[in-house]
């Protein structure tokens, strides 16, 4: 394990989806095996998607669908299983996920691709170094 962010995700619940964001902490890691753990400290359940940030473009600019969601065509992987590693139906408040993803230098986003959740600001930047 070279890097082992820890992610929090905050959702009011509120009409209109306010009040969300999605944090990280560190916001650089080295590349290689990099542990996500993820603690839903929001009132909603959330997830969160490993997605490349390509050239040019800056955390919080992907298009959604009608569906309210990101295209997730790239995604490395997500934690999103309550209490658990790896793919499921969302993190529960007050429940802890995970997942270890490889990973190579670059920029990465990391967002809530729950409906209307990445355009509520549920979205954080992940550099990840040699």
């Known amino acids: 394990m070279m890097g082992r962010p820890h992610w929090r995700t905050q959702g009011s619940g509120r009409q209109g989806m306010g009040m969300m964001r999605l944090s990280a902490a560190p916001i650089k890691v080295r590349a290689g095996l990099v542990s996500l753990r993820v603690v839903n400290v929001g009132a909603l359940t959330h997830e969160v998607v490993v997605l490349p940030l390509p050239v040019g473009q800056a955390a919080g600019e992907r298009p959604t669908g009608s569906d309210g969601k990101a295209d997730e065509a ?14 499921g139906n ?21 967002i809530c691709n729950f409906p209307c959740h990445y355009a509520a600001s549920m979205y954080t930047e992940l550099d990840v170094t040699r």
């Open 74 to 87: 790239g995604s490395l992987g997500e934690a999103s299983r309550s209490c658990g590693a790896g793919a």
């Open 90 to 110: 969302g993190i529960t408040p007050s429940a802890i996920a995970w997942t270890t993803l490889p990973m190579q230098p670059g920029r990465y986003e990391m």
